[in-house]
């Protein structure tokens, strides 16, 4: 009977140990399915926060922006010499063409010799009068030496130099925002020459895009015109036989002149000649002596 009891109290004891086991694993089980819940959610708001705050910091663009054109930047140079029977008249010419088109003349020069006049002109015209301007100038030519032209593109260059003076412009600004939030005389002159540094850089870039605009909205013809001139003979008056022989006899006075003068120049040659004839002498003497 005893034994009957204490194996009962056995079996009860395991199925209360069972049952408690079993609610154990039931409440671990949903404490884990409720953390894998929150870990999913957190998540699942962090990644939303995430892509909004990469959102925020991503620069905004649109499609409907519109983007700066790029046009092509070109410098034309043009070459041209050619021959005229009249360069008077092609002078008159040229500059009435180049009146015509827009353009003017930088410089110019003229040079003449015995059988030849020569015309140099520098001259700019608007881009877009180049290529009419350089067919026109050589319309009336006698004969064309040559006709060159030359096309250089800068559009990388100008483009490279808008954008760098953009870029330190907006340096500029923020600099001068810096200056009106400075405090101490230190911060303010540190802004300063910081902002000295900015601007003397801005102003050369500027230079040098005016210089690159200037060229490239005006184009440079270097124009030769020469005219060839005949040579004319013009024999000279010739002397009759007394003078031909008084120009000889003063011809000769002057040769001779230049003889003596020269052979007073020669002295230390004739000179050293001298000494060294005697010694020579003495010593062949002296020679002789000896033997005899």
């Known amino acids: 009977m005893n034994k009957i009891l204490?194996?009962?109290i056995a079996v009860m004891a395991a199925c209360t140990n069972g049952a408690h086991d079993?609610?154990?694993?039931?409440?671990?089980?949903?404490?884990?399915?409720i953390a894998g819940d929150f870990g999913r959610s957190a998540q699942s708001k962090m990644a939303v926060a995430s892509d909004g705050m990469n959102q925020?910091?991503?620069p905004r663009t649109s499609q409907n922006q519109p983007q700066a054109e790029i046009t092509q930047k070109l410098i034309k140079n043009g070459n041209i010499q050619f021959e005229t029977l009249d360069l008077e008249k092609s002078i008159q010419s040229v500059k009435q063409l180049v009146s015509s088109f827009?353009?003017?003349?930088?410089?110019?020069?003229?040079?003449?010799?015995?059988?030849?006049i020569n015309y140099n002109v520098t001259i700019r015209v608007a881009t877009e009068n180049f290529d009419s301007l350089m067919n026109s100038l050589s319309a009336d030519a006698?004969?064309?030496?040559?006709?060159?032209?030359?096309i250089q593109d800068v559009t990388?260059?100008?483009?490279?130099?808008?954008?760098?003076?953009?870029?330190?412009?907006e340096i500029e600004k923020r600099y001068l925002e810096l200056l009106k939030q400075a405090r101490t005389v230190k911060d303010m002159l540190g802004i300063e020459e910081n902002l000295g540094q900015i601007r003397t850089e801005i102003e050369a870039k500027e230079g040098r895009l005016k210089v690159l605009q200037n060229r490239i909205s005006y184009s440079t013809i270097h124009l030769n015109v020469y005219q060839e001139l005949e040579v004319e003979f013009r024999p000279g008056k010739q002397p009759n036989f007394g003078q031909r022989i008084l120009e000889s006899l003063y011809n000769g006075w002057r040769s001779l002149q230049s003889f003596v003068i020269w052979v007073i120049g020669m002295w230390p040659f004739f000179l050293i000649f001298t000494l060294a004839w005697f010694g020579f002498k003495k010593?062949?003497?002296k020679l002789r002596n000896r033997k005899s």
């Open 6 to 8: 204490i194996l009962l």
């Open 22 to 33: 079993f609610e154990v694993a039931e409440e671990a089980a949903m404490v884990e399915e």
């Open 56 to 58: 925020a910091i991503a």
């Open 102 to 116: 827009g353009g003017y003349v930088s410089s110019e020069s003229e040079e003449s010799w015995e059988n030849r």
């Open 142 to 150: 006698y004969k064309v030496d040559f006709k060159r032209m030359n």
């Open 156 to 169: 990388e260059q100008y483009y490279d130099l808008t954008t760098r003076i953009e870029s330190q412009k």
């Open 283 to 285: 010593i062949q003497q």
